[in-house]
């Protein structure tokens, strides 16, 4: 059963007397609270649970995202998450070399601790240059290695990087183990000529004019091979562009961004990623994350009505017992942005949740563009959502505003509980546990209905 609280904003779930609130402000652990100067924007967390239950976090912190001291930071619990230690650097900004977007990934029987971050290691002056780098920790977290870069390849035929200039870009995917070995991590490029057209307001032109796409870096031997020099680093697709969308607004312009990835019950890899079409894309590999099929809007089942969302976060995963789980907002309406003009990219909350199983069997009547990959999901359930209850800080945005409140959530499964690592508002790093009921499937679609 379920209550609304606010409206459409808030939902208390009451399964059999034990009660659960959509409320990133109910039923919280604080891992970070926020503080001063450098400590006020904490954003992006990405977990890791070690094989003796010790559980690491890290995540972006500067004064302001794109901030010339965004550093990278992380924090340790040997509780299960009910106490943090308090964080420490893994890469902090130095004389303008920006260290952003960590992503942490285990290595399980070493139990190796890798951090992908992107670095700027020009110190250039536009947003987020540089390229990806990567530190290890054979200790949880004690001692880091030094860092090592990770060369990208250069896309420049459809203007992503420019010659003789720093290539730019950010990864906020959470990586994953592919079947034969592989890590696997998603990062979006970002064209410079679009980020530098005089817009007013924009220090780093208008988000929603940028050129991006999407990539994936691969590391073939991560499980095998300790020496960081002899990784074997790739970056699919191969060739002179990734994948993309067109923009709503211009269908000749590519947008893509943020690619998050999991595995399939059939083995497949697939990868969710927001565009400005009003609607999550997707893509599919079905060899592990070398070859991708082209982007295609991602849909309630095949053939059926295409999922609305914003451009923001829209991370998918897969439960141990073969579920996949997709959270995104549910609603593509633009929302007033600080001047009262539609913006595209604030309407982010709440986040629901739709539970999927693969069934391509029964999508084989479809054809390429519309059979979803074979997954059908659920109905949307309210899992995490945050109200803006003082109407007089803007005036001209209603009480309810829903705006940016749970940030890029990470899905935890830890000892047959569920969990998620949230930014409130981009300030504070919260971890939630969430009910198994919440993500018990029901209502699922039925083929021909």
């Not at 870096?217 to 990784?231: F, Y």
């Not at 399939?264 to 894309?281: D, F, Q």
């Not at 609603?331 to 709440?350: E, F, H, I, L, V």
């Not at 949740?353 to 069997?361: A, D, F, N, R, T």
């Amino acid at each position: 059963m379920e209550h609304d609280i606010h409206g459409d904003y808030t939902k208390l779930y009451d399964f059999h007397g034990k009660t659960y609130s959509t409320c990133i402000d109910h039923d919280f652990v604080t891992i970070h609270q926020h503080g001063e100067g450098r400590d006020l924007t904490n954003q992006q967390p990405c977990c890791t649970i070690l094989s003796d239950g010790t559980w690491m976090v890290c995540w972006t912190q500067a004064t302001y995202e794109a901030a010339k001291d965004e550093s990278v930071v992380a924090a340790i619990s040997h509780d299960g998450g009910k106490t943090w230690e308090e964080p420490f650097f893994i890469e902090e900004a130095s004389n303008g070399r920006t260290a952003s977007w960590g992503m942490l990934f285990t290595v399980p029987h070493t139990q190796r601790v890798y951090c992908f971050y992107w670095w700027n290691e020009n110190a250039f002056w536009l947003r987020d240059a540089g390229t990806i780098y990567f530190k290890y920790t054979d200790d949880k977290g004690k001692t880091w290695s030094r860092r090592h870069r990770i060369s990208l390849p250069r896309h420049e035929k459809y203007g992503l990087d420019v010659p003789g200039e720093d290539q730019h870009g950010w990864n906020t995917g959470f990586p994953m183990l592919t079947p034969d070995g592989a890590m696997l991590l998603g990062f979006t490029k970002i064209s410079p000529p679009s980020m530098t057209c005089e817009v007013p307001g924009h220090r780093y032109g208008d988000p929603d004019l940028w050129d991006t796409e999407v990539f994936f870096l691969r590391c073939a031997n991560i499980l095998s091979e300790d020496d960081p020099s002899k990784l074997d680093f790739c970056v699919t697709p191969e060739g002179d562009s990734g994948l993309w969308a067109p923009h709503n607004d211009d269908e000749e312009r590519r947008f893509c961004q943020e690619p998050y990835v999991a595995l399939l019950p059939s083995g497949r890899v697939i990868a969710t990623m927001r565009t400005r079409t009003g609607h999550p894309y997707y893509s599919i590999s079905d060899d592990y994350g070398i070859t991708w099929k082209p982007a295609q809007p991602l849909r309630i089942r095949p053939g059926g009505e295409k999922l609305k969302h914003p451009c923001g976060p829209c991370p998918i995963t897969s439960t141990k017992d073969g579920r996949i789980l997709f959270f995104y907002r549910n609603d593509n309406t633009p929302a007033p942005g600080w001047d009262g003009s539609p913006c595209y990219w604030t309407n982010r909350d709440p986040f629901h949740v739709s539970v999927g199983h693969e069934l391509p069997k029964l999508a084989a009547g479809c054809n390429a563009e519309n059979d979803n990959a074979g997954i059908y999901f659920d109905a949307p359930k309210v899992i995490l959502s945050g109200v803006r209850s003082d109407p007089t800080e803007h005036p001209n945005i209603s009480e309810y505003y829903p705006r940016r409140h749970a940030q890029y959530p990470h899905y935890l499964e830890w000892a047959d509980r569920f969990f998620v690592v949230y930014s409130n508002h981009k300030i504070d790093i919260r971890l939630k546990e969430i009910p198994s009921e919440i993500f018990a499937a029901y209502g699922l679609p039925t083929v021909g209905e």
